[in-house]
């Protein structure tokens, strides 16, 4: 049996897939994060960051996807997919992330090394709470798995926060 609590090669071909979408929101001026979503039946739902472009700060990657997640997939659906994400998801995405029911997260860079990167993020200090924190307080199991690809999750972020400090 799989330990879903470890990344596999086909997990990180996915983190890889995430980091792209991360790509795509940078260059189209939002903040570099990206998620999808991998089903059982492998449907594949993209989210990219849009704080920047939408005036929205709630619109982070996984955020995102989980809206266009939890009109389109069961409930059953959610929970036995797979959200991957180029960095940590913050308190708030896990959050969404745990109401909608989704039963794995994998994440390449982790919180604390995005906070080396960008000590304060539009005036505002990042948040240090680990998803698997947020998740363990609540009564369904998300198994999460990551960090991983630290070098290719961090690149996309290269020189983007630099501007911003």
């Not at 913050?90 to 000590?119: D, F, H, K, N, T």
Request: hydrophobic share 40%; charged share 20%; proline share 4%.
């Amino acid at each position: 049996m799989t330990d879903l609590s470890t990344v596999s090669s086909s997990d990180e071909a996915h983190l890889r897939h995430a980091i792209e979408v991360a790509r795509a929101s940078r260059e189209v001026g939002n903040h570099p994060f990206g998620a999808i979503l991998v089903t059982s039946e492998d449907i594949i739902i993209e989210g990219q960051n849009t704080v920047v472009t939408l005036g929205d700060p709630t619109g982070h990657a996984e955020m995102n996807l989980v809206r266009i997640a939890a009109t389109l997939l069961a409930r059953d659906a959610l929970r036995s997919s797979t959200l991957y994400t180029s960095t940590e998801p913050c308190a708030m995405c896990s959050g969404a992330i745990y109401w909608a029911g989704i039963g794995r997260v994998v994440y390449a860079l982790p919180e604390e090394q995005l906070a080396a990167m960008v000590p304060r993020q539009d005036g505002e200090a990042t948040m240090d709470l680990p998803c698997r924190e947020v998740f363990a307080r609540g009564g369904n199991s998300v198994t999460v798995a990551g960090p991983t690809l630290l070098a290719e999750a961090a690149e996309v972020h290269a020189g983007f926060w630099d501007a911003r400090k």
